[in-house]
């Protein structure tokens, strides 16, 4: 039996193609969830409209600092897979769900799957950064979403084990825009500037969560805003979340399931994000990137000049990052960046799990 970990929104975006295809391909299956993400519409949403099937256990691990929820999380994954003895795990992402399965499947010598290994921001005040590097190193097998993860892992002698199949999230959005388009889902055809915003570099801190919404205000176009938990909690607890409301341009909403997602970015002419995942989605949609964390992501988009990176706290970078706004036009599909494969990044990982007999 093959056993999927996860426990935040990306990883069920990233897991529903992957369950799928190895379902197509007769494995059986079950998923652990840790709990890392509760509310309805930041997990139960994605189950119900990616076809996953429910999880046979959620360990409630959500909430409390790093250490706290890691080791809830691991403590509740030992027991579990000590039960359930599974082939192969499969991890997802860079997340302290991601950290958690990895340290406790390696140590019951379970072999172990990595989807979306190799990105690497060099910069370990990342908390991601340092999910990431023990995942990869303690994983048998390296799925990569693009070259430069491939090179990065090559870098860290890990080659052998790397594999690229592209993007799996893309796979997921592909699904989704084609199901819209088959259901000829009636869109809203306004522009807008579309904003995540959750990263903790970016909401730890009064002061810079405060020029994040000086930076919003400057853009003056309609920035919409599916608000994450923990923005909103430190919105409220820094005293911002009046002024946020009272921002003309800006409309924050509760957070959105995958399919409403897929709408917003469609019809974004500008992603305003300091999500991995969302920067990344912005090329698939045609919607160029305001980037708000100093970390180098995904590289060749960075080059050629889709995402922007700025500086909310910066007065000049707020500038040149207006400037790149006011510029930004929503991109034809034969116009956007192709740099993470071709959709079938889950096939591809089924095939080579069986070439390297992990499953
Ligand atoms: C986590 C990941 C991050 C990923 C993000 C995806 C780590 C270190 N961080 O960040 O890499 O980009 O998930 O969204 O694993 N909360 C709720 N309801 C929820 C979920 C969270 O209220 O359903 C609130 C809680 O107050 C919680 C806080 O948000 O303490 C932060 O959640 P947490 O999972 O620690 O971090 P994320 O910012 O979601
Ligand atoms: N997402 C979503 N609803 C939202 C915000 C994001 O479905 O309200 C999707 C988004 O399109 C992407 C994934 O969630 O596929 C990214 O998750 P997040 O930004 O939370 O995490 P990160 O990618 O930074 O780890």
Redesign the pocket.
């Known amino acids: 039996m093959i056993m999927h970990i996860v426990g ?3 990883q069920f975006i990233k897991l529903a193609p992957l369950y799928r295809a190895l379902e197509l391909a007769g494995y059986q299956q079950n998923i652990i969830h840790s709990g ?4 309805e519409n ?2 139960d949403i994605f189950f119900e409209e990616l076809g996953i099937p429910s999880p046979c256990v959620n360990l409630e691990a ?3 600092s ?1 250490a706290q ?1 890691t080791a809830k999380a691991m403590t509740g994954l030992e027991e579990q897979l000590l039960k359930s003895k599974p082939e192969l795990v499969i991890l997802y992402g ?4 991601t950290l958690a399965g990895a340290v406790v499947a390696s140590k019951l010598c379970i072999p172990i799957a990595h989807v979306e290994a190799g990105p690497r921001t060099r910069d370990k005040r990342n ?2 950064e340092c ?1 990431r590097i023990v995942t990869d190193h303690l994983s048998d097998i390296l799925f990569c979403p693009d070259s430069e993860s491939l090179a990065n892992l090559q870098g860290e002698g890990l080659g052998e084990k790397a594999y690229m199949t592209g993007d799996i999230m893309y796979d997921t959005y592909l699904s989704i825009s084609g199901r819209m388009e088959k259901d000829d889902m009636p869109e809203e055809t306004e522009e807008i500037i579309l904003m995540t915003w ?3 570099e970016n909401t730890s801190d009064k002061k810079r969560m405060a020029c994040v919404l000086d930076l919003v205000e400057r853009l003056e176009s309609k920035v919409v805003c599916p608000l ?3 923005t909103r ?1 430190c919105l409220a607890q820094f005293g911002l979340l009046e002024r946020a409301q009272s921002i003309p341009n800006l409309e924050m909403i509760d957070p959105v399931g995958y399919v409403e997602m897929v709408k917003l970015m469609n019809r974004a002419r500008l992603i305003l994000t300091d ?2 995942g969302v920067s990344k989605e912005s090329s698939f949609a045609g919607a160029k990137c305001l980037f708000m964390l100093n970390l180098e992501v995904w590289k060749d988009l960075l080059r050629e000049g889709w995402i922007h990176q700025v500086n909310p706290e910066n007065a000049e970078s707020v500038e040149a990052a207006a400037a790149f706004a006011k510029k930004a036009v929503h991109v034809a599909p034969a116009q956007r960046p192709r740099y993470y494969g071709d959709g079938h990044a889950a096939e591809k990982m089924v095939q080579e799990l069986r070439r390297r007999n992990l499953i």
Not at 94 to 97: A, I, L
């Open positions: 935040n929104r990306p890392q993400h509760y509310d930041m997990s959500g909430g409390g790093h929820m860079d997340t302290n769900t908390p991601e999910n959750h990263r903790q994450h938990p923990r909690k999500s991995g």
